[in-house]
């Protein structure tokens, strides 16, 4: 049982690029969620899912896309990296609503 | 005004001081409260559910106080492995899992 699997770990991508965060879970977690952590501040939700082929926007949205095809994986994906998306990604997962959330180990992105 | 409010700290104690944070939620229909402890560079980790009766677990209590929207975090002889920030989580409905995260209270637990 590993958990909640994110990959890659570290990425540093040039301005326009684009690229896509995994996100794997083996618990069976119907509720996904990304958020993201900027110094200073707290983790702010960008995208959540409550089910496989549902996907809601959460408080930062813009610039990333969500899908989840099943309901082990829900990757995120970055569009054209801004400087602005610098940050520490975080996938978690949770068995339903009001339960507390399991956490990946997150990814450190860096765009140049 | 932030959904969930901390202050940011630093909270700096010595060895078996107490220490008390509190977090302010502004969304009264609020149901499920958490604090998660997060050390440098690292996942969020459950530290414990806050119930409405309050709850303990060993030197940590966690209250409650729905009339006034703020749940508290009481440490009790602190140790220095306590040292981390405290992350207070409301959740505003049970049926999108949408967690809100309060910015976090750092803890530094000196010898």
């Known amino acids: 049982n590993a958990g909640v699997t994110q990959t890659p770990k570290f990425q540093v991508l040039k301005t326009g690029q684009s690229m896509t965060l995994q996100c794997a879970q083996d618990?069976?977690?119907?509720?996904m969620s990304w958020y993201r952590q900027d110094p200073g501040m707290g983790l702010r939700l960008i995208h959540y899912s409550v089910g496989a082929g549902i996907t809601d926007q959460g408080e930062v949205p813009n610039g990333y896309n969500v899908s989840r095809s099943t309901t082990e994986d829900f990757p995120l994906r970055l569009l054209s990296a801004a400087p602005s998306q610098t940050s520490v990604y975080f996938c978690?997962?949770?068995?339903?609503?009001?339960?507390?959330?399991?956490f990946g180990n997150g990814t450190r992105l860096t765009v140049t | 005004r932030k959904e969930v409010e901390q202050d940011p700290g630093p909270f700096n104690v010595p060895e078996g001081a107490t220490v008390a944070f509190n977090c302010t939620y502004s969304?009264?229909?609020?149901?499920?409260f958490f604090w998660y402890r997060q050390d440098c560079r690292k996942e969020p980790k459950l530290l414990m559910s806050v119930y409405s009766s309050g709850n303990e677990d060993g030197r940590f209590t966690a209250q409650l106080n729905r009339a006034s929207q703020y749940i508290s975090l009481l440490i009790r002889d602190s140790k220095l492995s306590d040292s981390a920030t405290y992350l207070c989580?409301?959740?505003?409905?049970?049926?999108?899992?949408?967690?809100?995260f309060g910015q976090g209270t750092t803890l530094q637990v000196k010898p």
């Open positions: 969304n009264s229909a609020s149901q499920s």
């Open positions: 618990m069976n977690h119907e509720y």
């Open positions: 978690a997962s949770t068995v339903r609503g009001n339960s507390p959330l399991h």
């Open positions: 989580v409301v959740l505003g409905s049970s049926n999108t899992g949408k967690l809100i």
